[in-house]
């Protein structure tokens, strides 16, 4: 049960908008502020940023626009007196600025309570040396690693691993300060970035797994141990690539079913040696060619994985994490979606996810388009289809770019140049893989070159044989019908069969080749949905929902985040959709953005998780 005595939470915010640290943690600090107040509890917020929706006054109770530095905080302590602090709700800044309460004595001085996942458990997580022993002493598999506070001792680990190896470094974000080190020379650069980065001065110099896979489970736990995995989600691109910076694909598709299950056991394993309450995401490398795996590290608070696997599932995770936070038990809170189940039953996926990253290095003159260890995309979108072509089209239509997965002309043409843009990841990974593969290079040698799998690599084949096979052949209702299945859009069509877009449209509606609308119901349909979360399929023949039609208004969405285009117009989406919700206008809300509070099931009164397009 809901522990009383805590009648006042002070919740330290993310601060401003940075890589690694974007609208997920708006969208999680919101849903705390929402769960709190439910259960009658005064917030407080420090955050300077003002661009967010939850700094709005219709949210928290209080909120500080000043900076997140402990001798801030500690004067907002003194006046405001809180029962109990939040710190997993504000990313890394909001956990650097919680520890160094800690080891100051201002949490112990006053008298506050960590609530949910404890300081202890922080400091486990997030010291990449102690987090590699308290695994090890569990029997855990991590990789093979030495600490370093010099860069002579990272030196001397790597002489004793041997090379490559992987900088990782203790309480940073979006793996900054990371890096793959083939000699000493790369290795010295690398470190003495890296330990100028690290709050402790600590760097974790550890075996490169080079073309393993990287799977990523959601878990939640609470204070009486119950366990459940919300999400796994597979990243297209193998270790070595950030995930931020990597296609992610939910559920995972690759994996076998015992594959799955010792990765899930292993998880719920991990989350209890650190003692974890609230949400958790572990990360692992997996070999493909066996069982063989490795802990990775985990992030032991909300974090853009947990927001990506809240809106691919439908999970309320940040509102969740914020009960088990007041005392809560996972058997006591209901699933909000279903409202005949707990929080405990696992969500389950009758439909395919893909999130893609967006990148704005064309706005910076003679920026490197590498991708690597280091997080460096500005924003992402996330798809969802009924198979994974469908998905991984929209996702490529929803950066907007301008151009869709299919569209290569202008890259490299020459086998030798192709190779050596496989080999090294840039922000045009995904299109030189198509390119690679209408230039007749075999799926193996692109698996050898990307470590991305060949079942991912088979079904972009699919997409690639089906454009060919549209300029082809003469049009008909099957080989639209199935053109639409597979993602492909009427412009991109109409390209192919040398109609105009509007004609390919007139086509299909007289065909009766309409998309229908989904309902994200966690429960792949098991249990009755009470949802307006919806998405649009051409994998289906009926809508799950009825149209009333009447004194509805669209509001829409801002996609993907970009240099120039943040949060700040989510707010503006927010507070315009409340508004007219007021009014009595039913508001529905179409959007692509994961990270976003807009893109909250229950924000308005129904949501599309939909691409920005004329056709949709």
């Given at each position: 049960?809901?522990?009383?005595?805590?009648?006042?939470?002070?919740?330290?915010?993310?601060?401003?908008?940075?890589?690694?640290?974007?609208?997920?943690?708006?969208?999680?600090?919101?849903?705390?502020?929402?769960?709190?107040?439910?259960?009658?509890?005064?917030?407080?917020?420090?955050?300077?940023?003002?661009?967010?929706?939850?700094?709005?006054?219709?949210?928290?109770?209080?909120?500080?626009?000043?900076?997140?530095?402990?001798?801030?905080?500690?004067?907002?302590?003194?006046?405001?007196?809180?029962?109990?602090?939040?710190?997993?709700?504000?990313?890394?800044?909001?956990?650097?600025?919680?520890?160094?309460?800690?080891?100051?004595?201002?949490?112990?001085?006053?008298?506050?309570?960590?609530?949910?996942?404890?300081?202890?458990?922080?400091?486990?997580?997030?010291?990449?040396?102690?987090?590699?022993?308290?695994?090890?002493?569990?029997?855990?598999?991590?990789?093979?690693?030495?600490?370093?506070?010099?860069?002579?001792?990272?030196?001397?680990?790597?002489?004793?691993?041997?090379?490559?190896?992987?900088?990782?470094?203790?309480?940073?974000?979006?793996?900054?300060?990371?890096?793959?080190?083939?000699?000493?020379?790369?290795?010295?650069?690398?470190?003495?970035?890296?330990?100028?980065?690290?709050?402790?001065?600590?760097?974790?110099?550890?075996?490169?797994?080079?073309?393993?896979?990287?799977?990523?489970?959601?878990?939640?736990?609470?204070?009486?141990?119950?366990?459940?995995?919300?999400?796994?989600?597979?990243?297209?691109?193998?270790?070595?690539?950030?995930?931020?910076?990597?296609?992610?694909?939910?559920?995972?598709?690759?994996?076998?079913?015992?594959?799955?299950?010792?990765?899930?056991?292993?998880?719920?394993?991990?989350?209890?040696?650190?003692?974890?309450?609230?949400?958790?995401?572990?990360?692992?490398?997996?070999?493909?060619?066996?069982?063989?795996?490795?802990?990775?590290?985990?992030?032991?608070?909300?974090?853009?994985?947990?927001?990506?696997?809240?809106?691919?599932?439908?999970?309320?995770?940040?509102?969740?994490?914020?009960?088990?936070?007041?005392?809560?038990?996972?058997?006591?809170?209901?699933?909000?979606?279903?409202?005949?189940?707990?929080?405990?039953?696992?969500?389950?996926?009758?439909?395919?996810?893909?999130?893609?990253?967006?990148?704005?290095?064309?706005?910076?003159?003679?920026?490197?388009?590498?991708?690597?260890?280091?997080?460096?995309?500005?924003?992402?979108?996330?798809?969802?289809?009924?198979?994974?072509?469908?998905?991984?089209?929209?996702?490529?239509?929803?950066?907007?770019?301008?151009?869709?997965?299919?569209?290569?002309?202008g890259l490299a043409r020459s086998t030798k140049r192709l190779q050596e843009e496989l080999k090294h990841p840039t922000d045009q990974r995904i299109f030189y893989v198509v390119k690679a593969i209408q230039s007749k290079i075999g799926i193996e040698e692109i698996t050898n070159l990307t470590g991305i799998d060949g079942w991912f690599l088979e079904k972009i084949m699919g997409i690639v044989e089906f454009d060919r096979q549209l300029r082809r052949e003469k049009i008909s209702p099957d080989i639209v019908r199935r053109a639409k299945q597979l993602g492909f859009s009427d412009r991109k069509i109409s390209?192919?069969?040398?109609?105009?877009?509007?004609?390919?449209?007139?086509?299909?509606?007289?065909?009766?080749?309409?998309?229908?609308?989904?309902?994200?119901?966690?429960?792949?349909?098991?249990?009755?949905?009470?949802?307006?979360?919806?998405?649009?399929?051409?994998?289906?023949?009926?809508?799950?929902?009825?149209?009333?039609?009447?004194?509805?208004?669209?509001?829409?969405?801002?996609?993907?985040?970009?240099?120039?285009?943040?949060?700040?117009?989510?707010?503006?989406?927010?507070?315009?959709?409340?508004?007219?919700?007021?009014?009595?206008?039913?508001?529905?809300?179409?959007?692509?953005?994961?990270?976003?509070?807009?893109?909250?099931?229950?924000?308005?009164?129904?949501?599309?998780?939909?691409?920005?397009?004329?056709?949709?």
């Amino acid at each position: 049960m809901r522990d009383q005595t805590i009648k006042s939470v002070l919740i330290v915010g993310s601060g401003a908008i940075k890589i690694g640290e974007a609208g997920e943690f708006d969208y999680s600090t919101s849903q705390a502020i929402k769960a709190l107040k439910e259960e009658g509890v005064r917030t407080i917020v420090v955050n300077p940023n003002i661009a967010t929706v939850h700094t709005d006054e219709k949210f928290a109770d209080k909120v500080y626009s000043v900076p997140i530095r402990t001798d801030y905080l500690e004067q907002i302590i003194a006046d405001e007196k809180p029962d109990g602090i939040l710190l997993g709700f504000g990313g890394q800044t909001a956990l650097n600025c919680g520890m160094e309460l800690a080891e100051k004595g201002i949490l112990e001085k006053y008298d506050i309570r960590v609530l949910g996942t404890g300081i202890s458990s922080i400091e486990i997580a997030d010291n990449r040396e102690l987090f590699k022993q308290t695994m090890l002493s569990k029997g855990i598999p991590v990789p093979r690693s030495g600490k370093a506070s010099t860069v002579e001792a990272a030196l001397v680990v790597a002489s004793s691993i041997g090379y490559p190896v992987i900088v990782r470094v203790a309480y940073t974000l979006g793996g900054q300060g990371s890096g793959v080190a083939h000699n000493d020379k790369e290795l010295r650069e690398i470190a003495r970035k890296g330990l100028s980065y690290s709050r402790i001065r600590q760097v974790l110099v550890e075996e490169y797994l080079d073309h393993w896979k990287e799977i990523e489970y959601e878990v939640m736990r609470d204070k009486d141990d119950n366990c459940t995995i919300v999400c796994n989600m597979e990243n297209l691109d193998p270790m070595g690539i950030h995930t931020g910076d990597s296609i992610v694909v939910a559920p995972s598709q690759t994996l076998t079913n015992r594959e799955y299950n010792l990765l899930r056991e292993t998880g719920q394993s991990v989350v209890r040696v650190l003692g974890i309450v609230g949400e958790c995401n572990v990360q692992f490398a997996l070999n493909p060619q066996n069982e063989e795996y490795r802990v990775i590290e985990v992030n032991s608070r909300l974090s853009r994985s947990s927001a990506l696997a809240s809106k691919a599932t439908g999970y309320p995770i940040a509102y969740l994490a914020a009960k088990l936070a007041l005392g809560y038990t996972l058997p006591e809170l209901s699933n909000r979606i279903t409202g005949v189940t707990t929080a405990c039953f696992e969500p389950s996926l009758d439909y395919i996810v893909v999130k893609m990253p967006r990148w704005d290095f064309q706005k910076f003159a003679n920026a490197s388009h590498d991708i690597g260890t280091q997080m460096r995309s500005v924003g992402e979108v996330m798809a969802i289809g009924t198979c994974f072509e469908e998905a991984l089209q929209k996702a490529v239509r929803m950066l907007d770019l301008g151009r869709e997965l299919t569209d290569t002309e202008g890259l490299a043409r020459s086998t030798k140049r192709l190779q050596e843009e496989l080999k090294h990841p840039t922000d045009q990974r995904i299109f030189y893989v198509v390119k690679a593969i209408q230039s007749k290079i075999g799926i193996e040698e692109i698996t050898n070159l990307t470590g991305i799998d060949g079942w991912f690599l088979e079904k972009i084949m699919g997409i690639v044989e089906f454009d060919r096979q549209l300029r082809r052949e003469k049009i008909s209702p099957d080989i639209v019908r199935r053109a639409k299945q597979l993602g492909f859009s009427d412009r991109k069509i109409s390209e192919a069969t040398n109609r105009s877009e509007e004609n390919i449209r007139k086509y299909r509606l007289a065909n009766g080749i309409v998309p229908c609308s989904r309902q994200i119901d966690t429960l792949a349909a098991e249990w009755p949905a009470k949802t307006n979360y919806l998405y649009l399929t051409y994998g289906g023949t009926q809508d799950d929902i009825q149209y009333p039609g009447q004194n509805s208004l669209i509001v829409l969405g801002s996609g993907c985040y970009r240099i120039g285009s943040s949060v700040e117009f989510d707010w503006c989406c927010v507070n315009m959709g409340v508004a007219l919700r007021k009014e009595g206008r039913e508001v529905i809300m179409i959007n692509c953005n994961p990270e976003t509070v807009s893109t909250d099931f229950d924000i308005l009164d129904k949501l599309y998780f939909e691409e920005l397009t004329f056709e949709r």
